[in-house]
């Protein structure tokens, strides 16, 4: 199994930094388009548009040590873990998912679409990975058969979508929101337009399957509930704006113990909220990249974000010999991440 790099530690430099976060040494040499953690250990995957997947082992200092890497044909847009932590799933623009072996160095193809691959995510419960494409599908594969177990046709690309079983909620490209119930994957359990009225960027499911969080390009986010019942609890709020400009959340998170959330996005910050209270509970200060991935350790002490260009600004704006990509790990505060009523001051 390759490794690569040497470890080095964050700088503030060009203020990409500014909230002197930890930085993973050796980085993508292209932009970010996933980051995701093992839920068995600390170990932090990354993909890229350079095709590929970065593994490294973060230690309880913070100290991220290079583990494996492996390139695989074409950029990569998504990735997950086995429940084992054995195995790395990534997807992207070759149309397919293989799956990594970390002990063996091995690849799998492990699924197929007719267009790129935009999300996987496998789903123990179910023993299954679940893909979404650009080919208009979600796919179920049972990773013993070399064919899905399942074809749901939608009615445009997806876009975002997120995974928290049972719940399963997938936007398009047409603003269409398609919930399910994976206890009935063959049909949605709800299908509704997007609250928000600009295109979807990103989706996170409640930790307690009761609702879904919707973010656009429009620097706005739409806090959802599943139940009829609940939809006077739904709303929504303004985010990663300044001024007149307004900048897409490209990643949101739920914290895995107290269950508020972080969003992130093109402005190059992250901040954190609390949906129950409807308040922010801490804005960080902005780099000058945008942020195009983030995600928390298994127990919530690492917030791993990614910052690189997320072409919001189009091919004129990208400069690959100046073009720079950092993962940084930010060890949050039980300030900034636990819920507190309003009446509780900062």
């Given at each position: ?268 910050a992250y901040n954190f909220w609390d949906k129950d209270s409807k308040q922010r509970l801490k804005a960080m200060a902005k780099s000058t990249l945008p942020i195009t991935a983030g995600a928390f350790s298994k127990d919530g002490s690492i917030y791993a974000y990614a910052v690189s260009y997320d072409w919001s600004r189009g091919a004129a704006e990208h400069n690959p010999a100046t073009a720079q990509n950092h993962i940084l790990l930010h060890s949050p505060q039980e300030s900034e991440v636990k819920g507190r009523s309003r009446t509780t001051r900062r």
């Amino acid at each position: 199994m390759s490794a690569f790099g040497q470890v080095t530690f964050g700088s503030s430099a060009a203020n990409y930094n500014p909230n002197k976060d930890m930085e993973v040494p050796s980085p993508p040499t292209d932009s970010i388009s996933s980051l995701t953690w093992s839920p068995t250990s600390n170990l932090l995957v990354a993909t890229s548009w350079n095709n590929q997947v970065l593994c490294w082992d973060v230690q309880a200092n913070g100290q991220a040590i290079p583990k494996a890497a492996v390139t695989m044909e074409k950029p990569i847009l998504c990735s997950a873990w086995s429940s084992d932590g054995t195995a790395v799933f990534a997807g992207g623009c070759d149309n397919g998912v293989k799956m990594w072996n970390l002990a063996t160095n091995q690849q799998q193809q492990v699924a197929q679409h007719a267009a790129p691959v935009r999300h996987c995510f496998y789903n123990p419960q179910m023993s299954m990975l679940i893909t979404g494409s650009w080919d208009k599908t979600i796919k179920y594969w049972d990773l013993r058969s070399p064919n899905p177990v399942h074809t749901q046709q939608l009615s445009e690309r997806v876009y975002a979508m997120d995974c928290s079983h049972p719940l399963l909620v997938v936007g398009t490209a047409d603003r269409q929101i398609q919930v399910y119930n994976l206890a009935q994957p063959q049909q949605p359990y709800k299908q509704l337009v997007s609250p928000l009225k600009y295109q979807t960027r990103s989706i996170a499911c409640f930790p307690d399957q009761a609702g879904y969080l919707v973010g656009s390009i429009e620097g706005r986010v739409a806090v959802q509930h599943v139940e009829d019942s609940l939809q006077a609890k739904n709303f929504t709020f303004k985010c990663h704006r300044d001024g007149n400009d307004v900048f897409a959340v490209n990643s949101m998170a739920f914290h895995p113990q107290y269950h508020t959330f972080v969003t992130a996005g093109s402005d190059g910050a992250y901040n954190f909220w609390d949906k129950d209270s409807k308040q922010r509970l801490k804005a960080m200060a902005k780099s000058t990249l945008p942020i195009t991935a983030g995600a928390f350790s298994k127990d919530g002490s690492i917030y791993a974000y990614a910052v690189s260009y997320d072409w919001s600004r189009g091919a004129a704006e990208h400069n690959p010999a100046t073009a720079q990509n950092h993962i940084l790990l930010h060890s949050p505060q039980e300030s900034e991440v636990k819920g507190r009523s309003r009446t509780t001051r900062r």
